[in-house]
C-alpha cells in the first residue's frame, strides 16, 4: 500500500495531521493544474482550497481502486469544469484537420533567459488558447500534457474507452494548434513541414 493511502486511510478515521500530510503532497500540483485551467493566480488558490476541502468532506467515497492522485485530479477538474461553466467563458468552435500534436513548454531548468522568456510567453499564449477550448478538450490536455496521467488512468476517471480518449486529445491538440496559429503570436510550423521533418527523422 501506498504512504499516500495510508494517510487517506488515517484521515478517514478522523486523523486531521495525516491529511495535511496528504495536501502537502499535492497541494502544488493541484494548484498548477487548475491554474493551466482558469488563467488566474488568484482563481487556482481558491479553487485548490474548494479541491481540499472537498476532498476532506468525500474521504469516505475513496475506496482505493484508483491512485490518490487520480482521486484528486478528477476532484480538480470537476471543480475547474464547474468554475468555467459559473464564468461563462466564451467558447470558441473551431477545427483543424491538418494540425499536429502541439509540445508544450519546455519544463527543464535552463540557464538561458532567452530560453527561460520564450517559455514564459509560450506559457501565456497556452494560458490564453486553452480557455477557448470547450471544456472536454481543455480537460483533455490539462490530464494527459500538463498533469501527466496515462491514457489508461485517464480513460477511469472519464469513464471513456482509451482510444477514445485518445482521440479526444488528438483533436484537443489540434484545435489549441489552430487557435495559437490564428492568434500569430509565437511560431509554429506548418503541417506540411513538420510532416517532412518527421519523415527526414524518421
Given at each position: 500500500?501506498?504512504?499516500?493511502?495510508?494517510?487517506?486511510q488515517r484521515a478517514q478515521k478522523g486523523d486531521a495531521a495525516a491529511f495535511e500530510q496528504l495536501v502537502t503532497a499535492y497541494e502544488r500540483k493541484v494548484y498548477a493544474l487548475a491554474l493551466r485551467s482558469t488563467g488566474s493566480e488568484a482563481d487556482a488558490a481558491d479553487l485548490t482550497q474548494e479541491v481540499f476541502l472537498r476532498a476532506w468532506r468525500s474521504l469516505n467515497s475513496f475506496r482505493g481502486d484508483s491512485t490518490v492522485s487520480t482521486w484528486l485530479y478528477r476532484i480538480t477538474m470537476n471543480i475547474c469544469i464547474d468554475f468555467s461553466r459559473k464564468k461563462s467563458l466564451q467558447l470558441v468552435p473551431l477545427s483543424d484537420e491538418e494540425g499536429n500534436e502541439l509540445p508544450l513548454p519546455d519544463r527543464r531548468t535552463t540557464n538561458s533567459p532567452e530560453a527561460a522568456l520564450e517559455n514564459q510567453e509560450l506559457s501565456r499564449e497556452l494560458n490564453t488558447a486553452l480557455k477557448?477550448?470547450?471544456?472536454?478538450?481543455?480537460?483533455?490536455?490539462?490530464?494527459?500534457?500538463?498533469?501527466?496521467?496515462?491514457?489508461?488512468?485517464i480513460g477511469r476517471m472519464l469513464a471513456l474507452e482509451e482510444g477514445t480518449v485518445k482521440s479526444r486529445l488528438a483533436r484537443a491538440r489540434r484545435n489549441l494548434r489552430n487557435i495559437l496559429i490564428k492568434r500569430g503570436n509565437i511560431s509554429l510550423p506548418s503541417a506540411s513541414k513538420e510532416h517532412e521533418r518527421r519523415q527526414e527523422n524518421g
Open positions: 500500500m501506498t504512504e499516500e493511502k495510508v494517510w487517506i477557448q477550448l470547450t471544456p472536454e478538450h481543455r480537460q483533455a490536455i490539462l490530464l494527459r500534457d500538463v498533469s501527466g496521467l496515462t491514457y489508461q488512468e
